[in-house]
């Protein structure tokens, strides 16, 4: 099993609203990542959790909030997001940190109204 | 700051010639360069990558040189196929477990 899985597929929130993504690994692995892409950008890195504990926050703005319940799951908090937020969030894992193999999951299409 | 460029922005092939992407970076620290393909609608997925300790990797149709000195690394398709039509990005890493992407690159193969 070499797969991310992110849920959901699709979101679209209002701007008041409070909503959570979700991914999960079942490959062992102890790196996990919070990626943010725009379209026809790269993706740009805001969270990396290195075993469990949170171990780089590119400056994200705090109506983001990560959250790593244990080594399969990873979350996104969102709540009073903005329109500029709008994006594909993609979440990455990686056998160890510093830089080894990441596998991607699909993403989840954020749209805030 | 690490900073990546990725050339050429757009690239049109025949099915069947070859591609060649290039990257440049600019912190001598960086030691890991991997590439990702993204097609419409999916993550991007990791193709090949290469380390600092190594000056060319392959596998099958796909190879990837590296010139530490320079700081250049380039990916290399042969005998495209319409299926290798997606955006393909380069990375730069360091021991910092951080990936600095490039700009992407659109690969079009027309049959």
């Known amino acids: 099993d070499t797969e991310v899985t992110q849920t959901p597929k699709h979101l679209v929130m209002g701007m008041t609203n409070k909503k959570s993504l979700k991914c999960e690994q079942h490959?062992?692995?102890?790196?996990m990542y919070w990626y943010k892409q725009k379209a026809k950008k790269p993706p740009e890195l805001m969270f990396v959790?290195?075993?469990?504990?949170?171990?780089i926050n590119e400056s994200v703005p705090s109506r983001f909030s990560p959250e790593c319940p244990n080594s399969s799951l990873l979350n996104l908090h969102l709540h009073a997001l903005q329109p500029e937020d709008s994006a594909l969030y993609l979440c990455?894992?990686?056998?160890?940190?510093?830089?080894?193999?990441?596998?991607f999951g699909q993403g989840t299409r954020l749209t805030v109204v | 700051g690490e900073n990546v460029e990725q050339h050429p922005s757009t690239l049109s092939v025949q099915e069947g010639d070859s591609a060649v992407i290039k990257c440049t970076y600019s912190?001598?620290?960086?030691?890991?360069f991997p590439w990702y393909k993204q097609e419409l609608g999916k993550g991007p997925q990791l193709i090949i990558d290469?380390?600092?300790?190594?000056g060319e990797k392959k596998d099958q149709r796909i190879a990837v040189t590296l010139n530490k000195t320079a700081k250049h690394f380039s990916l290399h398709i042969t005998e495209t196929q319409p299926e290798d039509s997606a955006v393909y990005f380069c990375?730069?890493?360091?021991?910092?477990?951080?990936?600095?992407f490039g700009t992407g690159t659109r690969l079009q193969v027309f049959p």
């Open positions: 990455a894992s990686s056998q160890e940190p510093l830089n080894t193999e990441a596998f």
């Open positions: 290469i380390r600092s300790n190594v």
């Open positions: 959790y290195s075993y469990e504990k949170l171990s």
């Open positions: 990375a730069a890493g360091d021991n910092t477990d951080k990936l600095i």
């Open positions: 490959m062992g692995h102890r790196a």
């Open positions: 912190d001598s620290a960086s030691n890991y």
